[in-house]
């Protein structure tokens, strides 16, 4: 089958780093992808991974290993504005070009 | 910036009849998709869209759904005789490469 799987809830004070852990069971897939969506609002992408090893874009970091078949996401510098859901998500090879997620981490930033 | 754009923002509909959600993907971008969200679960996918036709489609999208590209620019997906767990958020989404997809702000759903 094809699944990612994430924690359900994460909850830490600002000005902390949050990881957020993604495993995944796929036959093959073009790289890891990042979504943000706060409540009620769109995904909204943050980051991809085609290779392994670490992608930063500002506070947030993004890391993939093909061979643990595993990704996560870091949260550094928290914010109150950073409580959202965050997806992990892969383009499948197999399925034509579908995109598939996880079951998404809700993260709640306290003061 | 180029957006993809969904209409309505919130529909509500009687149980059994048919509703049309409409979408407008980015201009240029060549794949699309229909995602739903049950309120508080994750994104699920229900279809997508290549070149004129259906590439991949989930369980979820059986012969209750359809979608149609009617011009070069509308993607709509139709939900025939609608019930009451067909109650979700749903969002169109495009792209052009295997990186990111562009989603709408979505459609709420609300079958009563």
């Known amino acids: 089958g094809q699944s990612l799987e994430q924690p359900s809830e994460v909850t830490a004070v600002e000005g902390a780093i949050v990881q957020i852990n993604c495993t995944y069971q796929?036959?093959?897939?073009?790289?890891l992808s990042w979504y943000q969506q706060h409540d009620g609002g769109a995904p909204t992408f943050l980051s991809y991974?085609?290779?392994?090893g670490l992608e930063e874009t500002g506070r947030f970091s993004s890391f993939l290993s093909r061979s643990d078949s595993y990704g996560y996401l870091l949260l550094q510098e928290l914010q109150m504005k950073d409580s959202a859901s965050y997806f992990c998500?892969?383009?499948?090879?197999?399925?034509?070009?579908?995109?598939?997620f996880g079951g998404g981490t809700r993260v709640l930033v306290k003061p | 910036e180029p957006e993809v754009t969904q209409t309505p923002s919130h529909q509500v509909t009687q149980m059994g009849q048919e509703v049309i959600l409409r979408c407008v993907p980015i201009?240029?971008?060549?794949?699309f998709y229909w995602y739903r969200q049950i309120l508080g679960q994750k994104v699920e996918f229900l279809v997508s869209f290549y070149n004129n036709e259906i590439s991949e489609k989930s369980e979820i999208f059986d012969d209750q759904f359809s979608v149609e590209r009617p011009d070069g620019s509308n993607f709509t997906l139709k939900i025939r005789s609608t019930k009451l767990e067909d109650s979700a958020m749903y969002f169109c989404a495009s792209n052009q490469r295997r990186i990111e997809a562009f989603f709408g702000q979505g459609t709420r759903l609300t079958v009563v």
């Open positions: 201009s240029n971008h060549l794949y």
């Open positions: 998500a892969a383009f499948i090879k197999a399925a034509g070009n579908k995109l598939t």
């Open positions: 796929t036959s093959g897939f073009y790289g």
């Open positions: 991974n085609a290779l392994d």
